[in-house]
């Protein structure tokens, strides 16, 4: 009996992370919507109100930012809203291996040195997800492919 409760806790643990993980660009989006939501909620929305104008406004700030970064031109531009989404989830990462991590560990130093360790860890992977689709210009809009005198394969292996 002890060692299927040991089982589903680490079971139950692994499954809380690569939640976390899979949820963490979702971190910015939650809270703009929590902000309006309870701002609207405050200015007499009421319930639903808050809960439908929160919706909207979480999920308006998702689309956005990944339009903007799959769209914008500027490198400036899509490191500024890849950093927006990633610093909530790294904020949200820190705080969540932290709780996970007073589970088995008395020392605080080390609770903190994890918490930092999943921050830097969540916040990279939100990067990454959010940015992964995000390519650089294609040869067509950079005028390479309508060009005949830029080929894009060299002579000899257009030839076999």
Request: aromatic share 8%.
């Amino acid at each position: 009996m002890l060692a299927i409760g040991l089982i589903l806790k680490t079971l139950g643990i692994g499954l809380f992370c690569w939640a976390i993980f899979a949820l963490a660009v979702y971190a910015l989006p939650f809270f703009v919507a929590l902000s309006i939501g309870l701002t609207a909620l405050q200015n007499g929305a009421g319930v639903v109100g808050a809960l439908l104008i929160a919706t909207a406004g979480g999920a308006l700030t998702l689309v956005l930012g990944q339009i903007a970064v799959a769209v914008g031109r500027s490198l400036d531009l899509r490191i500024a809203i890849a950093t927006a989404f990633a610093i909530p989830a790294a904020v949200a990462g820190y705080h969540v291996a932290f709780a996970l991590s007073q589970i088995g560990m008395p020392s605080l130093a080390w609770r903190e040195i994890l918490a930092c360790l999943g921050a830097v860890c969540i916040g990279g992977t939100t990067w990454t997800r959010l940015t992964a689709f995000a390519e650089p210009r294609s040869l067509e809009l950079a005028g390479l492919a309508a060009n005949p005198s830029h080929p894009v394969l060299p002579a000899a292996t257009r030839e076999g």
